[in-house]
């Protein structure tokens, strides 16, 4: 195997890794976030134009979704 092969398959390892790492924090952002946004008062879901019935169903959407 020629060392450009090997550099290049390292390459490629690390932008997979890359992506996976930036996948992975996306989702506890959006994990985290609607977690906060459900916890907010009726009062305060008001405020930024959000229902009860929207933070649930904002909630219950499976983190990898946006």
């Known amino acids: 195997m020629?060392?450009?092969d090997q550099q290049s398959?390292?390459?490629q390892k690390k932008g997979i890794l890359t992506l996976v790492i930036?996948?992975?924090k996306l989702w506890h952002?959006?994990?985290?976030?609607r977690?906060?946004?459900a916890a907010l008062s009726?009062?305060?879901l008001k405020?930024?134009?959000l229902s009860r019935?929207?933070?649930?169903?904002?909630y219950a959407k499976p983190f990898w979704m946006k």
């Open 2 to 4: 020629k060392e450009s």
């Open 9 to 11: 398959g390292q390459q």
């Open 22 to 24: 930036r996948n992975l």
């Open 29 to 33: 952002q959006r994990s985290a976030g």
């Open 35 to 37: 977690k906060q946004v």
């Open 42 to 44: 009726d009062h305060m």
């Open 47 to 49: 405020d930024i134009g």
């Open 53 to 58: 019935y929207d933070a649930n169903k904002e």
